[in-house]
C-alpha cells in the first residue's frame, strides 16, 4: 500500500493536512514564538465588544 507514502498529515498534531503543519498548529507555533499568544486571546475578547458596543 502506498497510502502512508501518499497521505499527508501534520507532523505536529497527525491530524491529515496537506502542509506539513497544519493551519492550526502552524498558527500556534506562530504565535508563541512571537509570544503573541496573549495577544491573539485579548484580540478575540476585544473583537465580539467592539462589535457589539457599535450595534448599540
Ligand atoms: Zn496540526
Given at each position: 500500500?502506498?497510502?502512508t507514502e501518499k497521505k499527508k498529515v501534520c507532523m505536529?498534531?497527525?491530524k491529515p493536512s496537506e502542509a506539513s503543519i497544519c493551519d492550526g498548529c502552524k498558527a500556534n507555533i506562530q504565535g508563541e514564538a512571537l509570544g503573541g499568544k496573549q495577544k491573539v486571546d485579548?484580540?478575540?475578547k476585544i473583537e465580539p465588544d467592539a462589535l457589539r458596543r457599535k450595534k448599540d
Open positions: 500500500m502506498n497510502v505536529v498534531c497527525g485579548k484580540k478575540v
